[in-house]
């Protein structure tokens, strides 16, 4: 079975600095999705980046980033220039790509972030 | 282009009764997947339908059922409420290809509340 864990429970940063959120993940799995999704206190949960386990390069989505260390078990999440709007749980979250896959999220149990101004 | 919306968004039930929720994916997908999101639990599958069809169920007990119509709009349904059962509950949509899976788009949720 296919674990994740987030081992920072909270998290505060002060605006336009960096962060780094960290996520670590158990499988045998060698085709796989991994994901970055944000909840803010809306309860809207917003994809924020896509790792696809078969390509090396790192993912980037503007001031979002991923270090994927496929060998490791280990996908942080690195947000540059934090903004206020990025206050929000982060979750961590694994699917399998390929044999009878189903649409199955496994998530993590989220870091809160809180963006100072 | 719309996203995945969810009715109603709050609702309050007591114990004992039934609930039924529903949700409309984005316009092109028709895989439908449900969570159950609780402070205690975290974030839970519950269970995914692809062509009006469930693919695979999470570990629940038989009150949390659902379904899918031939347009992919999905309804979940709660009977015989516990208060355990109160929680968030999480629709998300993906293109849905058989075989392999895609990345999951969220609605805003629906609040069940159980007295």
């Known amino acids: 079975a296919q674990t994740v864990t987030q081992s920072q429970p909270e998290m505060s940063v002060q605006e336009a600095e960096t962060v780094t959120l960290s996520c670590t993940y158990d499988t045998s799995e060698n085709n796989y999705y991994l994901f970055w999704y944000k909840q803010p206190p809306s309860r809207q949960m917003i994809l924020v980046i896509r790792?696809?386990?078969?390509?090396?390069q790192n993912a980037t989505e503007n001031r979002f980033s991923v270090n994927f260390q496929k060998a490791a078990k280990s996908f942080s999440l690195k947000i540059s220039d934090s903004q206020l709007g990025d206050t929000a749980m982060y979750f961590c979250a694994f699917m399998k790509r390929y044999g009878g896959a189903t649409n199955k999220l496994i998530f993590g149990t989220g870091t809160l972030l809180a963006v100072q101004p | 282009k719309a996203g995945v919306t969810q009715t109603p968004r709050y609702l309050i039930k007591t114990r004992g009764q039934q609930v039924t929720l529903s949700c409309s994916p984005i316009s092109g997908h028709r895989s439908v997947s449900w969570y159950q999101q609780t402070p205690g639990q975290g974030l839970q599958f519950l269970f995914e339908y692809f062509s009006e069809t469930q693919r695979n169920k999470g570990n629940f007990p038989g009150r949390f059922s659902g379904r899918q119509f031939s347009n992919s709009r999905s309804e979940m349904n709660v009977s015989t409420l516990e208060l355990g059962d109160s929680a968030l509950y999480l629709c998300a949509s993906s293109f849905g290809t058989s075989g392999v899976t895609d990345t999951q788009y969220f609605g805003p949720g629906t609040r069940l509340t159980v007295l």
């Open positions: 790792q696809e386990a078969y390509k090396q």
